[in-house]
């Protein structure tokens, strides 16, 4: 079997690399038309891709997945037009390959620049959001990259059902169907493989729980983009609007729990402590969400609130749980995210310019928010049309990864007859 396992990845990156040389070459016009014809080809199989989701569903609640996974695997009707509307805002984007940048003239006459490029072929591991299957395969499409796809055994009817769209789509236009592949088995030695063919792959982009990204961080040879957790904080300030922070504290919390731009530490200056936590807990509690605090938290809002341990502070619950403490000010809470954050999203309250460009400056993570919910930490919402994922490396790519950040720059020189003296 692991012979046959083999073979098969053998076999999909040696089409993955081909079709990558094809894709490289392929106008902006031939890219999009491809995206077009995804998109026709997807809604067109809008029954069938729901169709295959409930299968997936169905499975799920059979082998007891937990409800943030669930909630992360569904396509609704809904969930399915917004997935349609992020490819065509993929297909709205500038492309970015073929761009030339700083192009300078040297004292021997020669002009040096940049080229963007693609990378090449990129390998993605993904648990649970059917939905990433198009983002991925989208962005890869649109600057000019081949990508492997393998998603996760719980949504394996789904993603099959997309990625025959997406190749419909791709056939329609006289682009390789292996532009974008899909892995047909469930079988982990098809990761192990994945990982380790730098022959073939040229980055790896992992998105699921801490433990798939921590043995793809460890056991890859291919360069990795990657974020091991999303532990967010939100930090209200002394000088917090008191009418900002508690519909923002609420919404980065509650709004969505399984997902990895939601809150998951609420910091308070103690300050306002009194007057805000008895307010956002009373919200809080309307949404069923248990707290854990620190003593002085305990203290304002009473015997009832866990305590939080050590553990809590390091903690991406990914439900309807919030870790809450009282800090002296700024430079207590600047401290505690960068010791016990995941360098994600952090974001703080305040009405004080010059404290919130201390926080921007001196807060070490992929985004930093001032007045605005982390929930915002979305590809999407930062206008790149769809995100390939976050990461919280600071390589190239940092916070979510659209199209620049399948790229890379090559130096470039023209001359007209110039040698070197």
């Not at 769209?165 to 892995?183: D, R, W, Y």
């Not at 508690?246 to 939601?262: D, M």
């Not at 991406?316 to 995210?337: D, F, N, R």
Request: charged content about 20%; proline content about 4%.
């Amino acid at each position: 079997m692991q012979d046959s396992i083999e073979q098969y990845m053998q076999t999909v990156g040696q089409q993955a690399r081909q079709a990558s040389s094809i894709l490289a070459a392929a106008s902006t016009i031939v890219k999009n038309n491809a995206l077009s014809a995804i998109y026709t080809a997807l809604k067109n199989s809008e029954p069938k891709i729901l169709a295959a989701n409930q299968i997936d569903m169905t499975q799920g609640r059979d082998h007891n997945l937990d409800s943030a996974l669930l909630d992360r695997l569904e396509l609704t009707p809904t969930r399915f037009k917004d997935m349609l509307h992020g490819l065509k805002d993929v297909m709205n984007l500038l492309d970015p390959i073929g761009e030339i940048t700083d192009l300078a003239y040297r004292p021997s006459g020669i002009q040096i620049g940049k080229m963007r490029v693609p990378l090449g072929v990129v390998g993605m591991i993904y648990e649970s959001r059917p939905n990433v299957t198009l983002e991925a395969a989208s962005l890869a499409l649109k600057s000019g990259n081949a990508i492997i796809l393998r998603g996760g055994s719980e949504a394996l009817h789904s993603n099959q059902a997309i990625a025959e769209a997406i190749q419909h789509g791709l056939k329609t236009v006289g682009l390789p169907e292996t532009c974008v592949q899909v892995i047909n088995t469930t079988d982990r030695a098809a990761v192990g493989q994945l990982i380790t063919m730098p022959e073939y792959v040229d980055v790896i982009v992992p998105r699921g729980g801490k433990g798939l990204i921590e043995r793809i961080t460890r056991e890859a040879t291919i360069p990795v983009i990657k974020h091991l957790d999303g532990n967010c904080h939100v930090f209200v300030e002394a000088h917090a609007d008191l009418h900002k922070a508690l519909p923002i504290a609420l919404n980065a919390k509650t709004h969505r729990y399984g997902v990895c731009n939601a809150m998951e530490t609420l910091l308070v200056d103690e300050k306002v402590a009194e007057e805000f936590l008895p307010r956002i807990a009373e919200l809080y509690a309307e949404k069923q969400v248990e707290l854990r605090g620190c003593l002085a938290t305990q203290r304002i809002l009473g015997a009832t609130i866990k305590p939080a341990s050590e553990e809590d502070w390091y903690e991406e619950y990914l439900g309807p749980i919030l870790a809450v403490k009282v800090v002296s000010g700024m430079e207590e809470a600047i401290q505690h995210i960068n010791k016990y954050g995941s360098h994600h999203t952090d974001a703080i309250i305040t009405e004080n310019f010059s404290l919130a460009r201390q926080f921007l400056a001196r807060v070490d993570s992929s985004s930093v928010m001032v007045n605005a919910s982390t929930r915002f930490a979305d590809g999407f919402e930062y206008g790149l049309g769809a995100e390939i994922g976050i990461s919280t490396d600071k390589i190239h790519a940092r916070g979510p990864v659209g199209l620049e950040g399948l790229t890379s720059q090559k130096w470039i020189v023209l001359g007209d007859g110039q040698i070197r003296q």
